[in-house]
């Protein structure tokens, strides 16, 4: 009687564990199914929407051609319907000399613009091996604004086709925690003009190029910042 009893009870408290045990795996399994359909449709919108894509034009100089060049890219890039352009031409701006303890409202107008785009295309020559410093003065306005989201460029000068340029500022923002990309458009007018002799689509494939690039880690990187916040 009493070894019946007790054999009993052990049944029945593991069958308790057992139910016990496949509850709470059937509760994982839902919980997981939910997050994943939750985090699915939050990719799915957030996806839908055009790349905010901010063109930068860092060259301030008289007489340059920056702006020729930014519009010679914006032709070519206005063909993607998934991308929203905005071109930030920084000879635009009226920025101050010095740095001042307050922020302009050119700055401001900047700065927000930084901080609405979710990707960036810098149009910068080469001078002396480097950059112009119009351009490192407006990056320097910004700094969270930069964060999580992806850099090309289009570089362009007479020999090198700006890439000194480009290494130098790929430095400046990997520290404003940005990805920038591998492949970009240079530009060598020492051996050809901005415009091209006809049927050559060697500087188009390399547009096409950045750009499937730069749509690939901006939506990526939209996806991410909408998951979780970024800790720099």
């Keep these: 009687m009493a070894t019946d009893e007790n054999a009993d009870r052990n049944a029945d408290k593991?069958?308790?564990?057992?139910?016990?045990k496949n509850a709470?795996?059937?509760?994982?399994?839902?919980?997981d199914k939910n997050a994943g359909e939750s985090a699915g449709e939050g990719r799915e919108a957030v996806s839908g929407l055009p790349l905010r894509v901010a063109v930068i034009i860092g060259s301030t100089r008289e007489g340059r051609i920056g702006d020729a060049v930014g519009r010679?890219?914006?032709?070519?890039?206005?063909?993607r319907s998934e991308l929203d352009l905005a071109v930030l031409d920084l000879a635009d701006y009226d920025f101050p000399v010095h740095y001042p303890g307050r922020a302009t409202e050119q700055m401001t107008e900047f700065t927000?613009?930084?901080a609405r785009a979710e990707a960036f295309?810098?149009?910068?020559?080469?001078?002396?091996r480097s950059f112009p410093a119009s351009l490192k003065q407006a990056i320097d306005f910004a700094y969270e604004e930069w964060q999580t989201k992806p850099v090309a460029f289009v570089s362009y000068g007479h020999g090198s086709a700006g890439l000194y340029a480009v290494e130098q500022l790929r430095t400046v923002f990997t520290e404003l925690h940005t990805v920038t990309l591998r492949n970009g458009v240079a530009l060598d007018f020492l051996r050809q003009p901005?415009?091209?002799h006809p049927g050559d689509t060697g500087r188009d494939r390399s547009v096409g190029l950045m750009l499937d690039q730069l749509g690939w880690w901006g939506w990526a990187l939209r996806e991410a910042r909408a998951v979780r916040p970024y800790v720099s």
């Design 194 to 196: 901005l415009e091209g």
């Design 24 to 31: 709470d795996k059937n509760a994982d399994r839902n919980a």
């Design 72 to 79: 010679w890219f914006v032709e070519r890039a206005r063909d």
């Design 121 to 128: 295309v810098v149009v910068t020559p080469e001078y002396n």
């Design 112 to 114: 927000e613009e930084i």
């Design 14 to 20: 593991n069958a308790d564990r057992n139910a016990d």
